[in-house]
């Protein structure tokens, strides 16, 4: 949507909001909307110098609207007046204009991009967002004073900054694996990072029970108003919260609130995922589906109609069966190669439907009812997903408690005999991929050994204190005694 296009929403909101005023100020509001809708009407047509004429005299009736400015400004730059453009930029910062990622994607100001004024707003702005990026910072170092465990770094591009207790080999790869997804969803949905700099923490164990209240169901959040994410693993609990953080700027930038159907289902969806360097990504089954399934069977699966409009209360008073059945639908739309369509979609229509039942029938060319039907047959068709390992199933042949690393699977014992006991790895070794696919919860592991046979010959790396190594074992049937254990 555009800035000028949002600038007429905020009018007509204004208008309902302001109903109960005086006959002359809602005349005054609907006049208001009139002139913009004839000034937007002349951008359509490219007849800028009529466009300009009318943002004059609407800025005359009622100045200093930092969005008519910057129309203004837009105006100017398309009939080549380079230095009023810039003047009129400069007066609509002044008075209040922020939408700078959308001032630097905007075509309309093309003319400019070159101009000493423009070069200084963006200047300005850098390093206005590097001293927000600072104060996250500091302000995590002020929180945790005195402990040494923490590096930071500030990436400008993604205007990202990171706290995390990891070694540097771990750090580095969690920051390409988040610049890799933000990428991706920059170019999916959102059209760009959010507007300011937010803070991703990996906190040491211990601190993140602190901050999470002790609270061991949680695997991560995203705060919005303290712009801070903080995960207890650098796998799924951290890409569920990094699609938050990226969300979240998007709906700012809109002007938008998604219901917590669509915010949610959308992170699960890239809890588990294999995204390529070409940018192909493909959605990976996990836990959720088993649940669905399992719901699916009892008859416990929420109607779509229902769920659409659902409030966020009740939403969560039912996670536990609608994070999983939201995650399904979601994975169902990439599946029928509707994910990006829809979601598109849905941000154009908001104002006439915030539930996203309009996009989906317009996107998928049928009913509601029909697109849930659909569903439900597919979510019967696809097979459970292994996630536990059973007497005789392949096993590694470890114990591990699933929050000693923030990093990986921390071993805390080998079972005597099993195919780790006959390997390099050690009691306080930390496993962070087997066969090469990322292994950084007790989750992402069982699953990975979960897919495998006794006898199958895998290569885990691990780390040992800071030291990184692999050692190839081959996998051996689970015995009685440690059922259940990876």
């Not at 590097?130 to 104060?135: M, P, V």
């Not at 999983?324 to 979601?343: H, I, N, T």
């Not at 996203?356 to 060319?365: N, P, V």
Request: proline residues 3%; aromatic residues 8%; glycine residues 6%.
């Amino acid at each position: 949507m555009t800035m000028r296009i949002r600038a007429l929403h905020l009018w007509v909101l204004l208008g309902v909001l302001l109903a109960t005023c005086s006959a002359a100020t809602a005349q005054s509001n609907e006049s208001a909307a009139a002139l913009e809708q004839r000034i937007y009407q002349s951008f359509d047509q490219q007849r800028h110098h009529a466009a300009l004429q009318q943002i004059n005299e609407f800025l005359e009736r009622w100045p200093n609207r930092p969005n008519m400015l910057y129309n203004k400004a837009c105006a100017h730059a398309l009939i080549g007046e380079r230095d009023n453009s810039a003047q009129a930029l400069r007066d609509a910062i002044e008075a209040g204009f922020d939408s700078f990622d959308h001032m630097r994607r905007d075509p309309d100001l093309e003319s400019i991009r070159d101009h000493p004024t423009y070069l200084a707003v963006l200047e300005a702005l850098r390093s206005t967002q590097r001293n927000d990026a600072q104060r996250l910072i500091s302000r995590w170092r002020n929180r945790f004073k005195g402990e040494d465990d923490y590096s930071f770094e500030v990436d400008d591009v993604h205007r990202i900054c990171y706290a995390t207790a990891l070694d540097s080999v771990a750090h580095a790869e969690m920051r390409d694996m988040l610049q890799k997804q933000a990428d991706h969803l920059s170019a999916m949905f959102f059209d760009g990072m959010p507007d300011y700099y937010a803070m991703v923490a990996v906190p040491t164990p211990e601190h993140v029970d602190q901050l999470l209240k002790g609270d061991a169901s949680v695997g991560g959040l995203y705060d919005h108003g303290q712009r801070v994410l903080v995960t207890r693993n650098i796998g799924g609990s951290l890409r569920h919260e990094f699609f938050h953080l990226m969300h979240y700027g998007h709906m700012d930038r809109t002007g938008q609130e998604h219901p917590l159907w669509i915010q949610e289902g959308m992170a699960s969806l890239y809890e588990d995922y294999r995204l390529d360097d070409s940018g192909n990504i493909d959605y990976l089954p996990n836990e959720r589906h088993n649940v669905v399934r399992g719901l699916a069977r009892g008859g416990g699966l929420m109607r779509w109609e229902r769920l659409l409009e659902i409030d966020n209360e009740r939403f969560m008073r039912s996670a536990s069966k609608l994070y999983p059945q939201v995650r399904s639908m979601f994975e169902f739309f990439a599946d029928r190669g509707k994910l990006q369509d829809w979601y598109r979609s849905y941000v154009r229509s908001y104002r006439e439907d915030r539930s996203g039942r309009q996009a989906l029938e317009d996107i998928f060319g049928a009913s509601l009812e029909d697109i849930e039907r659909q569903w439900r047959r597919w979510v019967q068709d696809r097979p459970m997903v292994d996630l536990y390992i059973r007497e005789g199933d392949a096993a590694l042949g470890i114990i591990a408690e699933p929050r000693a690393s923030n990093d990986g699977v921390k071993i805390s014992e080998i079972v005597a005999g099993s195919a780790a006991q006959k390997s390099r790895l050690e009691v306080g070794d930390v496993i962070v991929s087997v066969d090469g696919t990322s292994t950084r919860s007790l989750k992402e592991l069982q699953g990975v050994i979960g897919q495998l046979s006794p006898g199958d010959s895998v290569v885990v790396r691990a780390r040992r204190s800071d030291a990184y190594f692999t050692t190839q074992l081959r996998l051996q049937a689970l015995q009685p005694t440690r059922r259940g254990r990876p």
